[in-house]
């Protein structure tokens, strides 16, 4: 064992029997022992876990969590410390979803998130906990602190509203840069990392579920080999969305247009992305729209657009408005500026 490898510290009054246990009955290994006439102080191993047993009074016991092929319950040493057994799952968690109509502002409030981004909410109370939406700012620039790493999720994808970022992808070859209105999707367990942003850089997050893990990955290696185009992770392609390079047709209703961005083809159907404009040709229709999909959010990337919920007062969405809409909630957007630009996020009923 190398002199800066780190050790974590338990202090027992039971140290015979804390070894025992330890190295019997749950896997640890001695790397060190001394001294050797009457031994008060063990260093252990397991699974990169390295335990400094020492004998002392009082005890300060500590809590150490053991993977195990199968469940089963919490165990205490005779010293007191606690052991709890966990099961590699690669089960997602996702909560019934609690639609309602939510509408936010992108007036500055964020909050300190990881690698020195900053997040505001956009679905506060994020539908039960089966979704959540943020526009991640990084204020600075410049190089980010992040590293490998990839999300436990079921649905996750980023759209750039302001700036760039340069970033790398699992199976895509060298790094390439996001600018605005650019999508990507991040397949479940994709590897990737951000390596650099413009100042003020904003991008909009979407994730389903709201609450997952991230994991990093200091084994692999980015930028690695390009994949093929064809590859999967967990029955979903990497699709990035390029904007200037979208193609525009007629939107669902009169006055407006929509891009595609590739993104319901490359999740099978389990969520669909588009970018929503203003044609400029003819009158805004003012007909009733709904949505008939689990999930509805429009995010405002530029200009302004009144949305009207049947029912409620009309609203002013602007540069960094939102709004998530129930299904089945009759509803307009009207009046739109002449650079109005909108990110639609529509997620269907679960199919797997």
């Known amino acids: 064992m190398?002199?800066?490898?780190?050790?974590?510290?338990v202090t027992t009054d039971r140290f015979d029997d804390d070894l025992a246990e330890l190295t019997d009955r749950y896997g640890f290994r001695v790397e060190q022992i001394f001294p050797a006439d009457a031994p008060s102080t063990a260093v252990i191993s397991r699974d990169g876990t390295t335990l400094r047993l020492e004998a002392g009074v009082p005890a300060r016991p500590v809590e150490l969590r053991l993977s195990v092929a199968s469940r089963r319950g919490p165990v205490r040493l005779p010293g007191g410390t606690r052991i709890v057994f966990t099961v590699d799952d690669s089960t997602i968690d996702v909560p019934p979803c609690r639609p309602t109509l939510a509408i936010r502002h992108h007036d500055g409030d964020a909050s300190p998130g990881r690698a020195g981004m900053r997040y505001h909410d956009l679905i506060p109370d994020r539908w039960g906990g089966r979704y959540i939406a943020s526009i991640i700012s990084i204020p600075d620039g410049g190089p980010v602190p992040d590293y490998v790493h990839y999300h436990r999720v079921r649905f996750q994808m980023?759209?750039?509203?302001?700036?760039?970022?340069?970033?790398?992808?699992?199976?895509?070859?060298?790094?390439?840069?996001?600018?605005?209105?650019?999508?990507v999707t991040q397949p479940p367990g994709i590897r990737h990392r951000v390596l650099e942003a413009s100042p003020g850089l904003e991008v909009v997050e979407v994730s389903c579920p709201a609450e997952h893990e991230t994991i990093a990955d200091w084994s692999h290696v980015l930028p690695d080999e390009p994949a093929s185009t064809d590859r999967t992770w967990d029955g979903q392609r990497f699709v990035r969305h390029v904007h200037a390079d979208a193609a525009w047709v007629p939107g669902r209703l009169v006055g407006w247009e929509a891009c595609d961005t590739g993104i319901a083809?490359?999740?099978?159907?389990?969520?669909?992305?588009?970018?929503?404009?203003?044609?400029?040709?003819?009158?805004?229709?003012?007909?009733?729209?709904?949505?008939?999909?689990?999930?509805?959010?429009?995010?405002?990337?530029?200009?302004?657009?009144?949305?009207?919920?049947?029912?409620?007062?009309?609203?002013?969405?602007?540069?960094?408005?939102?709004?998530?809409?129930?299904?089945?909630?009759?509803?307009?957007?009207?009046?739109?500026?002449?650079?109005?630009?909108?990110?639609?996020?529509?997620?269907?009923?679960?199919?797997?």
């Open 2 to 9: 190398g002199e800066r490898a780190a050790q974590v510290v």
């Open 158 to 183: 980023i759209a750039v509203k302001r700036g760039w970022a340069k970033v790398v992808y699992e199976g895509q070859g060298e790094p390439f840069v996001m600018h605005a209105g650019d999508v």
């Open 265 to 352: 083809a490359g999740t099978e159907g389990d969520a669909d992305v588009r970018i929503v404009r203003p044609s400029g040709a003819g009158t805004i229709g003012d007909d009733l729209l709904r949505f008939d999909s689990e999930f509805a959010l429009v995010v405002v990337l530029d200009g302004s657009v009144q949305f009207i919920a049947d029912g409620r007062p009309a609203v002013l969405l602007t540069d960094g408005s939102s709004v998530a809409v129930p299904a089945d909630l009759p509803h307009r957007f009207l009046e739109p500026s002449p650079d109005c630009l909108m990110l639609v996020v529509t997620v269907p009923a679960r199919r797997r």
